[in-house]
């Protein structure tokens, strides 16, 4: 009889739901618009339904070992979503033991970059190794801390914001209402701003000026930069130091074997991994130089975040 | 038949050695200068010796479960001191080994902020907690990371270098050939650096210029400051932001019950955690806000190598 762990994802924008089997295998997957459901209850209802009917369809030959779920704001410990500014279920949202209780199935819940780092470990690059770092770069910086071969949680569940960790006191506003918090300039919303300020503080030619200041995205930017367009790579230069300087530190606390990059950023491939690798050797201290690889996360983009959510299953 | 470790403590100046109960009692302690051993080896040899005839001077009611070695750039992976600065014993020393191969008893050996951790969650504050921090501001400034229950070594048992995250990149030439790490700001030596400069950068009168620079002393800056010194205040007040600062960012990667403070600069007192815990709660992402206690360590300043040391053996 195989085992299936199923995934869940809550996004801002939408919901996913796979089936996975223990080598990563995504069996069925299904999205929907989050929007469709004004409280957490009424997702829970439908999506047990669905989770039933999914099984009844499925061969006798499989057997669900549990619920795994990835959200922002996410608390393994309590099994809650709280206070998630993205989400519009407010408040603290018990939502792993509200599918147990509906479905009978053991379940479990974490921030979506936790479970990004439970996928690498379970599915992906990091299949084996027991102390590294994984860091997503999307419109936030994310992160997960593997040491002793654990997820490192915390006292309250909420260890790992590498992305609030803060690069220059004197620096960007954060939307967390701090100064210059590393996500402020490592994220895909970091590099535009980055960019920004370039072409405000010069008038060095590049193919950016042919966009309005509010169209120029990180696609934009890395596009530009592929293009060998010196201010788009300066940009990607500045970027890399801050990140570079974050993960030098992280590694001077954790000692990681290995740092994977995952999410939008990280697709700029050498663009990104080669002046922050230089970065990162230039602010480490000498006993860790030359140990520690920085590679790019192996979860598939479109499967990750289910991949991720399941594998808290296989993980627990 | 009472359980005893024995716990050794391997200092730039001073070797000690002690036999220490499961509950920290210290029963006998010995203190000799390091100098006299030319090398590892006759140390090792010397040391078992004693051992040997202190145990055979021991009530039969004692039993020897091991042996715990605190030392500079002590590795605990391999049981090795690695190429220690301050040590005329040169290169990779396997002392661990060495004494299991000398005298029988199981052996153990890991650097001395690590030991100071372990000894806090043995016998100190810490006992009973799984997530804290401890961090000694002696000559320099060590910690240890204790995650899920258990110290955080890394994948080269080099973890925990708080004192060696960069706090500004611009900043202090530091003896690991970097600038701007905490150990150059936040150490006894660190605040003298700073005593200097801001003397020197101000004609503010001071206490302090009583004094040739050459011998304030961070004892003679803690004195001026409890007599209420502006400057040796306002010192103080500079000292407390770099550690405040890299306390919150390492908070934010492990989010700790407690960071506990233990050395030289801890006994200042409300001098140092006071302005320390203002600043770290400043850089405090809000929801690790008011969660995090800072605490002096419990350990007595007197027995606490060899406790750390000793600790090493029933935490194995």
Known sequence: MEKLAIGIDIGGTNISLGFVTSDGKVLIKESLPIKKFKTAESFVDFASEKIEKLVDELDSE?????????????????????????????????????????????SFLTNDANAATIGEMVYGNAKGLKNFIMVTLGTGVGSGFVANGELILGNDGFAGELG????????????????????????????????????????????????????ITSKLIFEAAKQNDKLALKIFDFTANVLGFSLANAVAITSPEAIFLFGGLAHAGDLIFKPTKKYMEEYLLIIFKNKVELKASSLPENNAAILGAAALVWDN
């Not at 609030?164 to 996500?183: A, L």
Request: aromatic share 12%; proline share 4%.
């Open 62 to 106: 499989y057997e669900i070992k549990g619920i795994g779920i990835g959200a922002p704001n996410g608390n393994f410990y309590n099994g809650t979503i709280e206070f998630a500014p993205n989400l519009e279920w407010n408040g603290v949202i018990p939502l792993a033991s509200m599918f147990q209780n509906k479905t009978g199935y053991k």
């Open 164 to 215: 609030h960790t803060i690069f220059d006191p004197n620096g960007r506003q954060c939307k967390c209402g701090r100064c210059g918090c590393v996500e402020t300039y490592a994220s895909a919303t970091g590099i535009v701003r980055t960019a920004k300020e370039f072409l405000n503080n010069s008038n060095e030619s590049s193919i950016l000026r042919d966009y309005s200041e509010d169209s």
